[in-house]
């Protein structure tokens, strides 16, 4: 079974410009999370979905971010425009349903502003 | 709000031998689960382990066991007979009724030979 996919890898990008990130989740996972991972820190979420419904973006900076999940399947995550602040890895994650069941890691895209 | 804090930046075993990575969280609520996950150099995040608060009897898989101190809010993971495989970043975790993950700062764990 295919594991959480996610691309670009990485990704270098100048301040200002936009960036978007793309995610598919293991096929039946309800659930998918959008974390940001700073140097020396674990992941922080940004979003999490239910199907094809936000239903935790708290921490998800409106003004320059935004992601959708459209069908309930693949997800993106988009960044406009860019700040140096911004540079992380962006981490998509996926599981069953919410709650206590295993989240799956993707790799992750590793994300420089310059 | 939840926390985890993870106070070992880095720990250091020798190949075969034991180590405990430490961990405590801070939490109001009772019904909650503890996850130890493991981010190798190459970053895919891995699960090692899950407790459910509501268990007494402290989770094991293979290596790796947990000592789950709930009144302590303690959680910490334990392995024994490191492999050179076993050298990450450790992260503690935590999700209780709002089912999110908060994550710890992490411990990178070296294992010598």
């Known amino acids: 079974e295919a594991g959480v996919v996610q691309s670009p890898r990485y990704k270098i990008i100048e301040k200002k410009q936009p960036v978007a990130f793309w995610c598919n989740p293991i096929?039946?996972?309800?659930?998918l999370y959008w974390y940001r991972q700073n140097l020396g820190q674990g992941p922080e979420l940004l979003i999490r979905?239910?199907?094809?419904?936000?239903?935790?973006d708290s921490q998800l900076p409106k003004d320059r971010f935004s992601a959708e999940r459209l069908k309930g399947v693949d997800s993106t995550l988009k960044i406009q425009p860019a700040e140096l602040g911004d540079s992380a890895v962006y981490l998509c994650?996926?599981?069953?349903?919410?709650?206590?069941?295993?989240?799956?890691f993707g790799p992750g895209t590793r994300l420089t502003v310059t | 709000a939840q926390t985890v804090t993870q106070s070992q930046p880095e720990m250091s075993v020798q190949e075969a031998e034991t180590v405990t990575l430490s961990c405590t969280y801070d939490?109001?609520?009772?019904?909650?689960?503890l996850f130890w996950y493991k981010q190798p150099p190459s970053r895919q995040m891995i699960l090692v382990i899950r407790?459910?608060?509501?268990?007494?009897q402290n989770a094991t898989e293979n290596r790796f066991s947990v000592n789950f101190q709930k009144a302590a809010k303690s959680f910490s993971l334990k392995i024994s007979d490191s492999q050179l495989g076993d050298a990450a970043m450790y992260f503690c975790?935590?999700?209780?009724?709002?089912?999110?993950?908060?994550f710890g700062t992490g411990t990178r764990l070296q294992v010598t030979l």
């Open positions: 994650a996926s599981s069953l349903m919410g709650g206590q069941y295993e989240q799956y």
């Open positions: 096929s039946g996972h309800n659930t």
């Open positions: 979905y239910e199907n094809e419904e936000a239903v935790d």
């Open positions: 939490t109001s609520e009772s019904d909650y689960y």
């Open positions: 407790q459910e608060a509501y268990k007494q």
């Open positions: 975790a935590y999700t209780g009724t709002a089912s999110k993950l908060t």
